[in-house]
């Protein structure tokens, strides 16, 4: 999974008109986890969701589904759609770094699960970033006069930790800084 992440990052440096080995040198010991989760069946009748609407703290997140399905992702005209699990494909999922990164250019993705399938539910999230310790500055292709810098530089450790404290404070939508 490391290593897809790792030639994934060459894609997303070629979508921001840097060198494809732009990422090289800030993901040579990145930040990574895999993370198991189970999504008991739901009442179909429910108003519930597995997991309520949030962002992903990462860079970006690679997901493994099952078939039962349940993923929903927040579409542009502000509904929430199905991902329909594809078999032998991973879903890619903008995380909040790597917005802070492209200085709003890529959006993370807002995203949560409702499984009234009737079927228990797994999944299997990836969430990368670049080394903790590295100091991630908005990319000088995403930055212009017309287009100032939104964000400071800020490490990835840090970066997760202040999402992490935000979210333990009660804010667990979505946060931008």
């Known amino acids: ?3 897809l992440s790792q030639r994934l990052v060459r894609c997303f440096a070629l979508a921001l008109d840097l060198p494809e080995d732009f990422y090289d040198g800030m993901i040579k010991e990145p930040k990574a986890n895999l993370r198991i989760l ?7 009748d429910a108003d519930q969701v597995g997991i309520s609407a949030h ?12 078939d039962v399905g349940g993923l929903q992702v927040l579409n542009k ?4 759609v199905s991902a329909t699990p594809i078999e032998g494909t991973y879903v ?3 995380g909040d770094l790597l917005q802070r990164h492209s200085n709003n250019y890529f959006s993370s993705t807002l995203h949560r699960v409702v499984n009234k399938s009737g079927r228990e539910r797994y999944s299997a999230p990836y969430f990368f970033s670049f080394d903790p310790h590295e100091l991630i500055p908005i990319a000088p292709t995403c930055v212009s006069e017309e287009n100032p810098a939104q ?22 939508y979505v946060s931008r800084s």
Do not use: C, W
């Open 1 to 3: 999974m490391t290593r």
């Open 38 to 44: 189970h999504y008991p069946p739901q009442d179909p």
């Open 55 to 66: 962002t992903d703290f990462d860079a970006f997140t690679l997901l493994k589904q099952d």
């Open 77 to 80: 005209h502000g509904e929430f």
């Open 92 to 94: 890619v999922n903008i």
């Open 151 to 172: 964000y400071e530089p800020i490490t990835t450790s840090q970066y997760i930790a202040k999402r992490a404290d935000a979210s333990r404070s009660g804010n667990t």
